[in-house]
């Protein structure tokens, strides 16, 4: 096991590869298999850095809602404590896009570019209720199948199920789920409602959306054209504060892209960076 202590924590960290540090932030409650599938495409041009968030997988666990800029102070440490990294390619999927916007916002100079996959800067009810739910049925129906395939039904959607060898991805998830209670698991679903300033006491927080202005970095936000965490609107106010951002619709495709087209999400990638950062 590779394990960095980091503000008072043990953080689970993969890295392999050569080249630029790129940082992979995972999902809500998974950990380094959630980029299983495009990791080894993208270590073909990065050294790849995945990661056990604290409290989640070989991490250290802790029964509290951990916040996405304390899981984004966490990486920031792990990369220049730990790693001697100055400043590191960031992207971040689904609840990942929240740790990734976090760091880009408290530790600026430490996020060479920013690259977020499904990602959200605010919540609607669409989103509020679906975590509720998932709280609600981790404490009625436990960490096992049920609450596997209710966030299947919601990640991948009809195509995706269909897809041949999906039956790997909800091996995985079903494997995720099981790592953890009902109580730390409802801790992660509050940690996204406390993003989305979602929680009771937050009235007077200023959406993230407001700071996205803040982001200096280049940026890439990739989304599917029916997208079911982030509304159209979100993206239209990602495109619209950014300083520096290109926004890329995916159409008819899952939430987690990063599974679904991972060949096609890490060219995007590639080309974004080579436009921005040109060789030489």
């Not at 008072?8 to 890295?15: F, L, M, P, S």
């Not at 966030?151 to 789920?177: C, N, R």
């Not at 937050?202 to 993230?208: F, G, L, M, N, T």
Request: glycine share 8%.
């Amino acid at each position: 096991m590779t394990v960095a202590r980091v503000n008072g924590a043990d953080v689970y960290y993969e890295a392999k590869g050569e080249g630029e540090p790129l940082l992979l932030l995972p999902g809500l409650g998974r950990g380094t298999s959630y980029f299983d599938v495009i990791e080894p495409i993208l270590r073909r041009e990065f050294r790849t850095i995945v990661v056990d968030p604290r409290g989640i997988g070989r991490s250290s666990k802790e029964n509290r809602l951990i916040t996405a800029e304390e899981w984004a102070d966490d990486f920031a440490a792990l990369l220049t404590d730990h790693l001697g990294i100055t400043a590191a390619h960031v992207l971040g999927s689904s609840h990942g896009g929240s740790m990734a916007m976090a760091m880009a916002l408290r530790h600026p100079a430490q996020v060479a570019s920013l690259l977020l996959f499904g990602a959200f800067s605010e919540l609607d009810r669409f989103i509020v209720l679906n975590m509720d739910l998932r709280i609600r049925l981790a404490h009625k129906l436990g960490m096992d199948v049920d609450l596997r395939d209710f966030i299947s039904l919601w990640t991948f959607g009809h195509e995706g199920l269909e897809k041949p060898g999906v039956e790997k991805f909800l091996d995985a998830q079903l494997a995720a789920v099981r790592q953890h209670t009902p109580e730390s698991y409802s801790n992660i679903c509050k940690s996204l409602l406390h993003w989305g300033r979602k929680l009771p006491g937050q009235e007077s927080q200023p959406v993230v959306t407001s700071l996205l202005h803040r982001i200096k970095c280049p940026t890439l936000v990739v989304y599917p054209g029916a997208e079911t965490v982030g509304s159209t609107h979100n993206y239209d106010a990602m495109r619209a504060r950014i300083p520096d951002v290109e926004v890329i619709a995916y159409e008819g495709l899952p939430h987690n892209i990063c599974d679904s087209v991972p060949d096609r999400c890490a060219d995007d990638v590639l080309k974004f960076l080579a436009k921005r950062f040109p060789a030489g």
